[in-house]
């Protein structure tokens, strides 16, 4: 799909044609397959304001997966709202999920923002996020909104929005008054769960191909500019390249290849990601939290049990354990909530 091309600030920063969908690769059977709506009644639906289905929660705490999850039980079309998966490149670094993992799902706004024509702001993601919507909704679909942006989530749902406010300065100033009819589901998971299960996940996405894509991504010539902007503010990016900036890596330096003293800056750079990760996460569970203080109706779902299961001992039955949490305490809920939603 091509969004239309209008006098914005941002239509020169995408890059068209969107991602279209990939062909579903593996499959999963589907839970509760018989809460899924047709197409017909989600047209019943449609009367003042469009419906859409907000995903939130921390990095790390599974949006994408229950995203995906939902949309193979409702007719639904994925809207990313990570404000630095929006961006082409850096794909593992930025933890995009994988053709192959969208199971076929549309997803709009993944990898499709220039880095280099200049940082979307909250009022262009507004704007780009008003024209999917309205798009996935005029053909009987509903748009599900993932990602771990607050900022992003508050420019595009709210009524009444200030560019120039503090969203996050206190409950007081969020705008309650939104003008999509919100079904909102919370993804929690216990801090010192999810804090191990982000450490570790930095490691897999290193052992993944990261540490590789931002060797290839460095350029020694780039001067910082005074403010980072963009993708160069993705966490990974400003840590590699203070560790790349005392000792230039060479382009076919790989993380189990490094010497003793590249070795030691390339640590001094994991436990920074890993540590930003964790601040980062900790950071967006407080402004989920002044949401709710200020009016939003977060569902919480507690995934921690499932996060815990997953970061058990490998061993046999694991992923089924897992698998069986997650869709009785995660999705089977949202199942329910989303199903309830969309018949008032």
Not at 137 to 154: C, D, M, V
Request: glycine fraction near 6%; charged fraction near 25%.
């Amino acid at each position: 799909m091509k969004l239309p091309l209008t006098n914005t600030s941002w239509h020169s920063k995408l890059i068209l044609p969107l991602i279209p969908p990939s062909p579903p690769l593996r499959s999963r059977a589907p839970m509760a397959a018989a809460a899924a709506i047709s197409p017909l009644s989600l047209r019943r639906h449609h009367r003042r304001r469009d419906k859409v289905v907000v995903i939130m929660g921390a990095t790390g705490s599974g949006k994408s997966q229950l995203s995906v999850d939902l949309a193979a039980l409702f007719p639904s079309e994925i809207i990313n709202s990570d404000k630095m998966q929006v961006y082409a490149g850096l794909d593992i670094t930025t933890n995009k999920i994988s053709p192959e993992d969208r199971l076929g799902v549309p997803h709009h706004l993944l990898g499709s923002v220039d880095p280099d024509a200049g940082e979307l702001t909250p009022s262009d993601f507004r704007s780009l996020g008003q024209s999917v919507i309205g798009d996935i909704s005029s053909r009987q679909k509903l748009p599900l909104i993932a990602g771990g942006s607050n900022s992003f989530i508050h420019a595009l749902l709210a009524e009444r929005f200030d560019p120039d406010a503090d969203v996050f300065g206190g409950f007081d100033s969020v705008s309650h008054e939104l003008r999509y009819n919100c079904c909102f589901l919370w993804v929690d998971v216990s801090f010192q769960v999810l804090d191990d299960y982000l450490r570790k996940r930095v490691d897999d996405m290193l052992h993944s191909g990261m540490f590789e894509e931002l060797v290839r991504y460095y350029d020694p010539c780039r001067v910082d500019p005074p403010t980072r902007t963009g993708l160069r503010k993705a966490i990974g990016v400003p840590e590699f390249e203070r560790c790349f900036r005392r000792r230039p890596p060479r382009r076919w330096d790989t993380w189990a290849g490094l010497d003793p003293l590249r070795r030691a800056t390339y640590e001094e750079a994991v436990r920074e990601i890993k540590d930003n990760t964790c601040q980062l996460a900790k950071r967006q569970i407080g402004k989920i939290l002044l949401l709710k203080e200020g009016g939003w109706d977060l569902r919480r779902l507690d995934a921690t049990e499932a996060f815990r299961a997953a970061m058990a001992a490998p061993g046999p039955g694991k992923g089924l354990k897992w698998a069986e949490i997650w869709d009785s305490q995660v999705l089977g809920s949202s199942t329910k909530i989303v199903k309830r939603f969309l018949e008032e």
